[in-house]
């Protein structure tokens, strides 16, 4: 059993050295990143001996996790630029703890009431905020992976509901754009209907999908046979940040009978900032939609909900019987519309920074991340070397700065721990990848960025 007073000593030195982890990181502390050995930090920690041994008490704990923090990545610094992945926010933090010490796998509501009426009811703002209101259903997930994969099951389910007993037919299609998320590819892999199967839809020079294009990509497919199990498009694609247009794709879907599944992993947070909402005009057109909260709504990993226009079409996914009465007297039971069994109260984290934020603070803060981004586009458009193929929409920039290997620079900013960037393909080619995910970064930072860049 807990020792309770073993368990408040702990906790208090999780408090206090998480603290001044995250507060030295706010200020900028270096270095951004660590990127010792692994061998080698096996050792600084002891990892084989705690576990050979055990015997921890809090005060050796405190140490352990104090190194521990250093060693890692500082997703609160301001020169943390790199994947797209929350600096998460102390309510979510809180949400992880209480999720650690109570486990609920709330998937089968007698497991969990409080954690599944959470998720319930975080779900059902999700469904008014994309636009399908009371009519939609949806489910919260381990992320946007497993999301993508969840809601083109519904799509195969929608197109070939014989495909969970007799196999995947030999026809089906998907048509994405090549920027789609891998997990996409992969999810086609995984469904049984294989990569081959994933068909490329035409794009301009930026990636986005050319929506004039798109009724011929669909007569085509029909043309060779094929059933199109759905079309993919992305708000926004992870590696330029550009949204592809949802109401002109969706019209053709609409009006072609085909599928729209909506890949807003990154983006659909937008939909709660009313300057950058019309980046997702149409995005009720949609059948399908993914959100990953572990993005821009500031909690930690994973937290991804998959969204579709119909209840039914998520509950025929699994081939589960349909619609336990939600808010019956017995409750509802998600695990219908998971791949997973147990499944973590992820509502919990979601809703906590929604209590303390509220829709509109937390829109304030995605809009916030997306004007940092642009100005970092102003700054640096200016000084020379530095080219940027577009203006940015969302917190991802791309740019390239000479003609040196932007990989080598990027490697150059790492080792000394100054700056955590990315980088992507662009139309064929290597560009640096900004994402704006920390509260603290700001011009400072990004000026600093623009002449260490220039500098390397
Ligand atoms: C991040 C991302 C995913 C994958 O989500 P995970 O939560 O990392 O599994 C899928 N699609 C897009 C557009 C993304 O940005």
Redesign the pocket.
Known sequence: MWDMKEFAEAAGATVDELGAYVDDSQHGVPPVLRRRPPRELADKLGLARWIREGGMTPEAYRHFLRDYLDEGTRLHHPAYLGH?TAAPYFPAALADFVHGAINNPMAIYEMGASAATVEFEVLRWMLATVGFGETGGGVLTH??????LTALLAARAHVAPDAWTDGVPGDLVLLAPPS??Y??TRAAAILGMGEKAVLPLDVDGLGRIDVAALPAALDRARRLGRRVMAVVA?A???SSGLYDDLRGIGEVCARHGVWLHV?????ASALLSERHRHLLDGIELADSV?W?A??MLRTA??A?AVLTRRESDLDAAFRQQASYLFYGDQGFDLVGRTVECTKAGLGLKIFLNLAWLGEKGMGDFVARQYDTAHRFWELGRDRPGFDFPYEPETNIVCFRYGTADQAAVRERLMDDGSFHLTSAEIGGVRHLRVTVMAPATDDTTLEALLTKIAEA
């Not at 992320?143 to 993508?148: D, E, I, M, V, Y």
């Not at 890949?263 to 983006?267: I, N, V, Y």
């Open positions: 797209q992320g946007g992976s497993l999301a993508n789609a998320h997990s996409v992305g926004c694609a992870t890949d807003g992993a990154h983006g993914i990953d572990h993005k990993g994973l991804a």
